[in-house]
């Protein structure tokens, strides 16, 4: 059975600072890999879609790297800002269905 | 991004009564949508996958009478929780994969929050 986990579950930091928000899986075996944001009682918005033969995705300050035989995600946030506070969630596509993490919530604070 | 619609985005209802939510694709043909279910402070928890014009697919623990859905067209799914009781209060969100689509993208409704009293 798929587990998907993401560490750390919150984390808190000044603006400016880079970060690093990791996503690990038990099953290598994924479709693709999908970084979400959601902000406090709405849907969620994608981030990045890294295909399971990719190795990073890229987006404006934002980068997502795939090590799929390891069963890792990281999404790196570079000079971050308060406007970025909301909980990051990773998903693994498995055949038809998409398995979520446990969430990050961070807050970047002036 | 495609674009997923739910409706409505937040209802009250008493128990005992059936609520039903839509959610469309509003830009692109949806052959599967998924229904999620969020507790607060928790993460997702996949409930069904619906495929238009067939009978949806629950995850085990989920009530098929109670979480009733339809997907009549490739674009507009429903969810019709019944006889809603409070421990249905919760964030329903959905999720459509395009019929074109070939990168296995999902898109995201806004959620919808219900709840029962």
């Known amino acids: 059975k798929q587990e998907v986990t993401q560490i750390p579950a919150a984390l808190s930091v000044p603006e400016g600072e880079n970060l690093v928000l990791n996503c690990s899986f038990t099953?290598?075996?994924?479709?693709?890999l999908q970084w979400f944001r959601q902000d406090p009682g709405k849907g969620l918005t994608s981030l990045l879609l890294?295909?399971?033969?990719?190795r990073e995705q890229t987006s404006g300050r934002l980068n997502a790297s795939l090590d799929k035989s390891s069963g890792r995600s990281t999404l790196y946030i570079a000079a971050s800002q308060p406007g970025d506070s909301a909980t990051y969630l990773c998903?693994?596509?498995?055949?038809?269905?998409?398995?979520f993490g446990t969430g990050t919530r961070l807050q970047v604070f002036p | 991004g495609a674009v997923v619609s739910q409706h409505p985005s937040w209802v009250i209802c008493k128990s005992g009564t059936s609520v039903k939510i839509e959610c469309r694709s509003l830009?692109?043909?949806?052959?599967?949508m998924f229904w999620y279910r969020q507790f607060p402070k928790q993460s997702l928890m996949l409930m069904a996958t619906?495929?238009?014009?067939?009978?949806?697919?629950?995850e085990q623990g989920v009530e098929k009478d109670k979480f009733l859905i339809n997907h009549a067209s490739l674009t507009l799914s429903t969810l019709t929780v019944t006889s809603a009781h409070p421990e249905d209060s919760s964030f329903y969100i959905c999720?459509?994969?395009?019929?074109?689509?070939?990168?296995?993208?999902?898109?995201f409704g806004e959620g919808s929050r219900l709840t029962v009293l």
């Open positions: 999720s459509a994969l395009g019929l074109a689509e070939n990168t296995g993208e999902l898109f």
């Open positions: 099953d290598s075996a994924i479709y693709n």
């Open positions: 890294i295909q399971s033969s990719q």
């Open positions: 998903a693994v596509r498995v055949a038809d269905k998409l398995i």
């Open positions: 830009d692109f043909q949806a052959t599967t």
């Open positions: 619906s495929n238009e014009g067939s009978k949806a697919t629950y």
